[in-house]
Every structure is written in C-alpha cells, then in structure tokens.
C-alpha cells in the first residue's frame, strides 16, 4: 500500500495548516463520484476516469486514489456495473476493484459517510483531498445527484459526514475539498467545509460536461504527494480553464478558496445583512429586489440547464454596499484574502471566484429548495436575510 516513511530520512517541516509533513509525505485523494446522466449521456465519468489511468499512479507508490462509483444508470466504460455503486483504487494501468456495495442511495449522506470512514481507515496518510464528482446546483440546490433515486446531497448532508469522518482514527484536515460540479463555489459552501479542510477548490459558474482536467494536474501530485495545495490548486485552475480555451465553452470558471481566512468574510457579510434587515423594516423590499435584477445570476448560461440564484460576492458589496459602506469595503477586503487563485475564460468579467445567494423572483422553482438553506445557521443573518428576500420576491 504506502511506502513506510524511515526513520532516519531527514525531515522536511512541509505544513499544511497545523499538520507537519514527513519527508516522504503520503496523500490520499478520494473522490467521491455520482456519475449520474453526466455519464450515461456524454461518458463524462469514463473520460475522468481515463485521464486518472493514464496519470500513472503507482501500484505502491505515496499517493492513492480512492474512488466510490455508482448514482447512474448505465457506465460507458467497461467492468464498470450499472445501477451499482463500487470502490476502486487507480492503478498505473486500470482500475483494481476494492468493493462491490450493491445498489446505495449516492444523494444520502450515510453513503458518503461510509466511504469517508473507509477511505481513512484502509489509505491512511500524511494529507487527504476530497473531491464531489456530478451535477451541482448551488448552496440550496446541493451537489451529486443519485439519477435512480434522484435523491442528492445537501450542504448538511455533507457537513454530517464529514463530522462523522472527522472522529475516525487517523483523521485530519483535508488538505482540499473540490467540487466538480456546477456552481458550488458559494460563501456558503465554504461555511460548511470551513471545519473540514484548509482549502475550497470549485467554480462559481456551470462546468461543461466533462469538468476538470485530471491530466492536466494529478501527474503533479504523483511525482510530488508534498506539493502545497496552492501549487496544486493553481495547476487544478489552469489545466481546467486550458481544456476549453478552444471549445464553444465560454463559461469556465475555478477558484482556490483559503478557508481559513473565511472569518472576516462571514463578519462583513453578517454586518451588511443586519443593516440590509433594517433598510427592509423601514422601507420594504421594492428598491433591494430592483438592484437585484440589475445583478447577473450564475447558472444562466447557454444550454447549461441549471438554475440558481447565485452572484458575485464582490457585486453584492458593490450593489447593496450603499445601506453599509464600512462593511462593504472590509468584504471586498476579505475576499482578496479568502480567493487566493481564480481563472475563468477571457470572455467573462467581473468574476471574484466566490459567489452568495441572493434570490430573485425569476426562479420560483427553485425556492423549494431554500428549506435546505443554511439549515445550521453558519451565517444566521445572512440565511433571514435570504430567506425573507425570497418570501417577498415569491409573493410579487
């Protein structure tokens, strides 16, 4: 499995966040995959899983990739089981199968939970990364969607296996989590995994069907399992935004996100929220929707199919700093520190790398999704402000 690390090498202090590297470092990625329509449709999954083959993973080498499969009808790759969801290790050459499980519910957080535990108890090491492979449909929407059960993973969910996994034996911070997924890189999201790992990679806009580009980046990781996530990240951004750079895909956005630096996010923000509530209790909602629609939502791009109410959090301080001017600017402050890398296609402007809901009354269909909202209350004057926005909106 790992290569045992000698006691008599000479140790290097490689720290990430409070976790002291060895000199040979190990690193476990486990990517969770809910392969879904993206899959069966486009042999989106398949194409992922290639590139990670052909990455060149050694049998016994100082990284594993961990890999549960399953949320679809059909696989395009073959040995691979339909409707069945299976445990993987990449090998230099195939897949080597660790488990069937039979047919689980992807969209319930006990599945993710049992692959978290089984992950961390049989490929322990020095770093672990996570990565939520499917369809994503914001902070309210949630991410990797089972396609038979249609049932789909919510911010609590995820926040509930994590917590979970975060009293095994052997666990600590992930390095990263990422989210291949559509519109996942929220304020939010960020709250949620803010206890669980020192950096956010994910994408404020839609992703085109087949996502990152493991080739691009997962070598890197193989030669180097002690790269910081930040030399990491910047290669996960640049190698995705290069994938498209001569394809019809105009919207690619990726973005590093340092959560440990998300505090004073979330101070101005809840600041801003406060003096938004008392501009509404004196004046109503009329002028903050009407700036609202000034704002261009993510998730609206040409033929992506996904709705979502996500903006830009530098045009949210932008638009509503007026009711809040100090806040505003201690925001815009913060989130130069908070996003650390951000690319996104050369067409596309006005792109900070970390959006926020704000509800419009274009999206009706969508508020159903608010009961899944911040349910714990990680940013409980924002979460009334959205939620009170919403309920005015919808009565229009």
Known sequence: MKKAVSLILALTLLCVGSFALSANPTFTLMIYMCAGDLEYISGAATQDLNEMIQSRIPEDGDVTVYIQTGGTKEWRMPGLTNRQAERWVVGSEELRLVESLGWVDMGKK?????????????????????????????????????????????????FGALETASHAEGYHKFAFIGLDACLMAAYETACYLQPFADYMIASVESEPAGGWSYGGWLPALVQNPGISVVELGTL???????????????????????????????????????????EVEQNGTEEILRTRRRIRSFGRVANAGTLCDTIDMLAYADAFGQYDPENAGQLRNALDKVVIYNGHHESITGVSGLSVLFPTNLW?????????????????????????????????
């Open 236 to 278: 996960i951004v640049d190698s995705y935004i290069s994938a498209y750079a001569d394809s019809p895909v105009t919207y690619a956005c990726l973005s590093v996100a340092d959560l440990h630096q998300l505090d004073p996010v979330r101070d101005a923000l809840e600041g801003m929220a406060a003096s938004l509530h008392q």
């Open 110 to 158: 006990g599945t993710l939970e049992g692959f978290l535990l089984a992950g961390l108890r049989d490929y322990p090491a020095d770093r672990y990364g996570l990565i939520l492979w499917d369809h994503g449909f914001g902070p309210a929407g949630g991410v990797c969607q089972d396609e038979i059960s249609r049932n789909i993973l919510h911010l609590e969910d995820i």
């Open 364 to 396: 009706r269909s969508r508020y159903s999704d608010l009961v899944f909202y911040d349910t714990m209350r990680l940013s409980p004057a924002y979460c009334e402000l959205v939620l009170r926005i919403a309920g005015e909106a919808d009565g229009e």
